[in-house]
Nanobody
Framework: QVQLVESGGGLVQAGGSLRLSCAAS????????MGWFRQAPGKEREFVAT????????YYADSVKGRFTISRDNAKNTVYLQMNSLKPEDTAVYYC???????????????WGQGTQVTVSS
């Protein structure tokens, strides 16, 4: 079992930056691939980024490549999402997730956080 708690969401102007954090608890949390999905109002939840347990493999959605950076600190059992050059279309609830499989983490991760709101004003 892995418990995930997100933080760092908020309101920012277009072009600004935010950093999301996700703290994982559980005996083997550092063994999990971790990542982020997001869900905008009226839209389906979509993949944003994922990182392997050792940080060696990273995937991004095309919509965020070059603007968002995912990283992790296994000593703190925490994954981060640095979001730069934010756009109004990035407005969504951002969900942290985890799965033992990196591939599954990109599609249907097993564990989810409660979500944190990110709002980008134009």
């Amino acid at each position: 079992q892995v418990q995930l708690v997100e933080s760092g969401g908020g309101l920012v102007q277009a072009g600004g930056s935010l950093r999301l954090s996700c703290a994982a608890s559980g005996r083997t949390a550092s063994s999990y691939a971790m990542g982020w999905f997001r869900q905008a109002p009226g839209k389906e939840r979509e993949f944003v980024a994922t990182i392997s347990w050792n940080g060696g493999t990273i995937y991004y959605a095309d919509s965020v490549k070059g603007r968002f950076t995912i990283s992790r600190d296994n000593a703190k059992n925490t994954v981060y999402l640095q979001m730069n050059s934010l756009k109004p279309e990035d407005t969504a609830v951002y969900y942290c997730n985890a799965d033992m499989s990196l591939i599954i983490a990109k599609m249907r991760p097993t564990y989810w956080g409660q979500g944190t709101q990110v709002t980008v004003s134009s």
